[in-house]
C-alpha cells in the first residue's frame, strides 16, 4: 500500500494536476449535453436532455482516467525496473501502478459525478456512479494497456484519444446502430437510463462490473508481462 500511495502522489505532485481533475470534469458536464445532443442528431443517435448530460460526466472521468493511465504506465519504466530488481519484484510493482491508477480513476469519476449533481436531478444516483466509475475503470484500462506497449508519449496519447474518439463518436445514444468496437457500451447504456430517470435491470448492471473487471484484468496482465520483459 506504501508503494500504490507513492505512484498516487507522483502524480498529483503538482497543483495544475488537481486543478484539471475538478475543472475538467465541470466543463465537460456543462458544455457538453447541447453538444452531445448535437452530434447524435447528425449521426442517427436519439441522445438528448439529461441523458446527454449524464453520458458527459461519464466521458469526463473516461477523458481523465485514459490520460492517467496511460502516463501511469509510462512513467513506469525506469523507476519500476530498479524497484523490480530491489525486491519488489514485476508483479509486485505492476500491481502497486494500478492499484494507484485506480486511485485516481476515483478522484476523476467522483469530480465529474459532482459536477453532474450540480447539472441534473439524479433519479437514480447509485446507477448513475456505478455508471461514470464504469468509465473511469473502462478507460483507465485502455490508457494502462496502451502505455505498456506504446512508450512514446507523442504516439500513445494520440493512439488513446483515438480510442476515445471512435467510441465517443459511434456508441450508444450517439449512432443508429453500436459498434463491436464500443468498450463504453455498457457503462453508457446505465448512464443514459440513469439520465432519462430510469433504473437500469441487474443483468446490465453485473455486465458493466464484469466488462470493467474484466478490462482491469486485462491491462493487468500486459502491463505485468512488459514490466518482466523490461526487468
Same mark, same amino acid.
Do not use: C
Given at each position: *500500500?506504501?508503494?500504490?500511495?507513492l505512484f498516487a502522489r507522483e502524480?498529483?505532485?503538482?497543483?495544475?494536476?488537481?486543478?484539471?481533475?475538478?475543472?475538467?470534469?465541470?466543463?465537460?458536464?456543462?458544455?457538453?449535453?447541447?453538444?452531445?445532443?448535437?452530434?447524435?442528431?447528425?449521426?442517427?443517435?436519439?441522445?438528448?436532455?439529461?441523458?446527454?448530460?449524464?453520458?458527459?460526466?461519464?466521458?469526463?472521468?473516461?477523458?481523465?482516467?485514459?490520460?492517467?493511465?496511460?502516463?501511469?504506465?509510462?512513467?513506469?519504466?525506469?523507476?519500476?525496473?530498479?524497484?523490480?530488481?530491489?525486491?519488489?519484484?514485476?508483479?509486485?510493482?505492476?500491481?502497486?501502478?494500478?492499484?494507484?491508477?485506480?486511485?485516481?480513476?476515483?478522484?476523476?469519476?467522483?469530480?465529474?459525478?459532482?459536477?453532474?449533481?450540480?447539472?441534473? &436531478?439524479?433519479?437514480?444516483?447509485?446507477?448513475?456512479?456505478?455508471?461514470?466509475?464504469?468509465?473511469?475503470?473502462?478507460?483507465?484500462?485502455?490508457?494502462?494497456?496502451?502505455?505498456?506497449?506504446?512508450?512514446?508519449?507523442?504516439?500513445?496519447?494520440?493512439?488513446?484519444?483515438?480510442v476515445f474518439l471512435l467510441d465517443?463518436?459511434?456508441?450508444?445514444? *450517439?449512432?443508429?446502430?453500436?459498434?463491436?468496437?464500443?468498450?463504453?457500451?455498457?457503462?453508457?447504456?446505465?448512464?443514459?437510463?440513469?439520465?432519462?430517470?430510469?433504473?437500469?435491470? &441487474?443483468?446490465?448492471?453485473? &455486465?458493466?462490473?464484469?466488462?470493467?473487471?474484466?478490462?482491469v484484468l486485462i491491462s493487468l496482465?500486459?502491463?505485468?508481462? *512488459?514490466?518482466?520483459?523490461?526487468?
Open positions: *500500500m506504501k508503494r500504490t500511495a502524480q498529483l505532485r503538482t497543483p495544475f494536476t488537481l486543478a484539471l481533475l475538478v475543472a475538467i470534469p465541470a466543463l465537460f458536464v456543462i458544455s457538453s449535453a447541447g453538444v452531445l445532443s448535437d452530434f447524435a442528431a447528425v449521426l442517427g443517435g436519439s441522445l438528448d436532455g439529461d441523458s446527454a448530460a449524464a453520458l458527459g460526466a461519464g466521458w469526463a472521468a473516461a477523458f481523465l482516467s485514459g490520460a492517467l493511465g496511460y502516463f501511469e504506465a509510462v512513467s513506469s519504466s525506469g523507476a519500476d525496473r530498479r524497484l523490480a530488481l530491489a525486491g519488489a519484484g514485476p508483479s509486485g510493482v505492476a500491481v502497486s501502478r494500478l492499484l494507484a491508477s485506480l486511485l485516481l480513476a476515483g478522484i476523476a469519476a467522483a469530480s465529474a459525478y459532482v459536477a453532474l449533481v450540480f447539472q441534473i &436531478e439524479i433519479v437514480h444516483p447509485l446507477h448513475v456512479a456505478v455508471g461514470v466509475a464504469g468509465f473511469a475503470v473502462i478507460y483507465l484500462s485502455v490508457g494502462v494497456l496502451i502505455g505498456s506497449v506504446i512508450q512514446s508519449p507523442l504516439e500513445g496519447s494520440l493512439a488513446v484519444v483515438f465517443a463518436f459511434s456508441g450508444p445514444g *450517439m449512432a443508429g446502430s453500436v459498434p463491436f468496437w464500443a468498450v463504453s457500451q455498457s457503462a453508457a447504456d446505465v448512464l443514459i437510463a440513469a439520465g432519462a430517470g430510469s433504473s437500469s435491470s &441487474e443483468s446490465d448492471i453485473v &455486465e458493466l462490473l464484469v466488462v470493467a473487471a474484466g478490462s496482465a500486459v502491463f505485468t508481462f *512488459m514490466a518482466r520483459r523490461r526487468s
